[in-house]
């Protein structure tokens, strides 16, 4: 496909505010673009050149993309500068001074193929060829066209696009309807790379994607946990079943094959190089090929302490990871095996899995497991949880015996008791950031004074407002959320967003924070679980995190959650 007419589909997609209208014009796009580029664009679109786990990062800074603007189109660097401080879009600018209107013949994946070699230069002198090297492939091409490369490198196209809107494209192209989205879904849960996917099923039809497999190296989305207030309802639900420590660390599923280890932390991303002691012992274990799901967490074998989370992550954001890894070390907490030698165990019973993974190793410094019981009575479950508690843990995670592997997906093979569960609304709530209001008083000085969040609503893959969110943060908190969220600001409401309020500014749903709130109410006001002109909202909902770096947006609590929890607190309610 011509670039050119890629973008005007880029153009169509930024213009709509509905969801319907996006799908309808995705299915249109995928319809009219071959094989070879079907992944491209899948990768475009989800504004990334290539699925996290492979680590490249687009990142252009804002000077380099000014200078190559303003040496393809002989414009003055400093009046550029200024004019973009002003209007906050490069993109716009790149279009403004480029006059060419006819769409170029260049080809998308040219495009495509460029900016990835753009990524790829370092070393001496790189800045001075990045700049030269964008500025050559901008000059090419129209205005229309710049506009959308200028975004994607700085990665501010903002198009939000959801997986779950690009499957259901991907399916009507080739299949005439969307059925086939919950095939695709199955293989993207496999593997987490949408743009491999789609390019399988392109070449290979449905029967390809219908035998679609895990492969080592190859990330799965990790399986999580449904909640239920009590003991009693687990059992209920689950009959007998294994009950498990539930370790409060950080998400590694690890990889193996021959001497290559990989580990990918929840949200995907390639996490070898900052547990590198962990890395070694793994690959020290007999076996050739696997791949398990595990908790990490800093360790310290002589007082037989675990930290929290936050220290953990210290790890990821201050340098020195070898010394740390050293005078910390991290213990990885093993509680599932997908794959083994070349045997796939997704759908095999977690029982079974369980047993092969006892025998995958000898406990060590670095390598555990976690302790677990199998049961089918409430005092005993009872008496675990307690146990695990009171040594500090977070709570348990009851599995159903008979229970698959659920790449991807939340539901009721794993549920996650916690220890703040039973009082009225002691869980915490992530939510993501729609918008936010300007301020009044000392915080209109900050630019902003408030945000207006929600929670993700699978069904209709939007996401649905919850409550305003005004405290827990710092006077520097505040000024940073007005810096990153103008970074992603859009100029009318998102069309995945569904919303009676309207923000002062629209932002792309992108950052989660975690709040905690004294009640979850009923409310016309709020669109989470709207329904004959009733919603959820929250009262007085207070930050408890800054923005989560773990977790994407639609990692977020879900609308579900909260019907959940809110009949969790009423039950509470009438016992007292
Ligand atoms: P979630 O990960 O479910 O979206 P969250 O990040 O708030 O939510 P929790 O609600 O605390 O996490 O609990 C679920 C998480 O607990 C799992 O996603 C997993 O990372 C972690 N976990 C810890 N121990 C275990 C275990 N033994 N089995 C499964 N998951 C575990």
């Known amino acids: ?21 996006m799908f309808d014009t995705l299915s249109d796009m995928f319809s009219n673009i071959d094989n070879e580029e079907i992944a491209k664009a899948v990768y475009f679109i989800q504004e990334e050149l ?32 200024q004019e973009y401080s002003k209007k906050g879009d490069l993109g716009e600018l790149a279009e403004k001074y480029n006059k060419k209107n006819t769409g170029s013949e260049v080809s998308l994946s040219h495009v495509y193929n460029k900016i990835f070699d753009i990524t790829k230069i370092t070393g ?36 939000g696009v959801g997986e779950a809107t690009i499957m259901e494209a991907l399916s009507k192209s080739k299949t005439g309807d969307r059925k086939f989205k919950l095939e695709l879904e199955r293989a993207f849960n496999l593997c987490s790379d949408l743009g491999y996917v789609a390019e ?81 012992a793994v690959k020290k274990l007999k076996h050739k090929r696997f791949i398990f799901d595990s908790e990490a967490l800093t360790y310290d074998e002589n007082t037989n302490m675990l930290y929290p989370f936050q220290i953990t992550m210290q790890r990821k954001r201050k340098h020195g990871v070898e010394e740390k890894a050293q005078s910390l070390p991290l213990r990885l907490f093993v509680f599932d095996i997908m794959l083994l030698d070349d045997k ?43 146990d695990t508690v009171s040594n500090g843990l977070e709570g348990v995670v009851a ?6 592997y659920s790449a991807g997906a939340r539901n009721f093979g794993w549920i996650k008791l916690k220890r703040s569960y039973g009082a009225a609304l002691e869980d915490t709530i992530d939510v993501v950031i729609l918008g936010y209001y300007r301020g009044k008083g000392i915080r209109a000085s900050f630019g902003l004074g408030g945000l207006l969040v929600g929670v993700f609503d699978e069904k209709a893959d939007t996401f649905k407002t919850i409550t305003k ?83 994407r947006a639609e990692d977020c609590n879900t609308v579900r959650d909260i019907i959940e929890m809110f009949k969790d607190q009423k039950s509470v309610k009438l016992k007292n």
């Open 1 to 21: 496909m011509k670039f050119a007419e890629f973008c005007d589909y880029l153009l169509k997609l930024e213009k709509t505010t509905k969801r319907l209208e």
């Open 469 to 551: 969110l005004g405290s827990g943060f710092s006077e520097e908190q505040f000024k940073e959320l007005k810096r990153i969220l103008d970074d992603i600001r859009v100029e009318h409401k998102p069309a995945r967003v569904d919303s009676i309020l309207q923000p002062d500014i629209w932002v792309s749903p992108k950052y989660v924070l975690t709040l905690k709130a004294d009640e979850i109410t009923r409310s016309p006001t709020h669109t989470a679980g709207l329904e004959n002109g009733t919603g959820y909202a929250l009262r007085f909902p207070r930050a408890v995190s800054f923005i989560r770096k773990d977790k």
């Open 50 to 81: 290539l699925p996290p786990f492979y680590n490249v990062q687009l990142g252009i800074a804002d000077k380099v993309a000014e200078k190559a603007i303003a040496e393809a189109y002989s414009v003055d660097v400093k009046g550029l500068s």
């Open 399 to 404: 599995k159903k015996l008979d229970a698959p």
């Open 200 to 280: 399988v099923f392109y070449k290979g039809g449905e029967e390809k994607i219908r035998r679609f497999k895990i492969e080592v190296m190859r990330p799965i989305r990790p399986a999580l946990a449904e909640r239920l207030p009590s003991v009693h309802e687990i059992v209920k639900k689950l009959g007998k079943f294994a009950v498990d420590q539930k370790f409060d660390g950080f998400r590694s599923q690890v990889h193996k094959d021959g001497d290559k280890v990989k580990i990918f932390s929840r949200n995907l991303e390639d996490i070898t190089h900052f547990m590198p002691e962990v890395a070694e």
């Open 344 to 386: 796939d165990l997704i759908n095999e019973p977690f029982i079974k899995r369980r047993e092969i993974l006892d025998k995958l190793f000898e406990e060590n410094s670095s390598l555990a497991r976690t302790k677990m019981i199998i049961t089918d009575s409430e005092s005993e479950m009872t008496k675990f949880f307690d």
């Open 124 to 159: 001496d002198g790189s800045v001075e060829l990045k700049i030269k090297s964008l500025a050559t492939l901008i000059k090419e091409v129209s205005g229309l066209e710049s506009k959308y490369i200028i975004r994607f490198v700085l990665g501010k196209l903002r198009l």
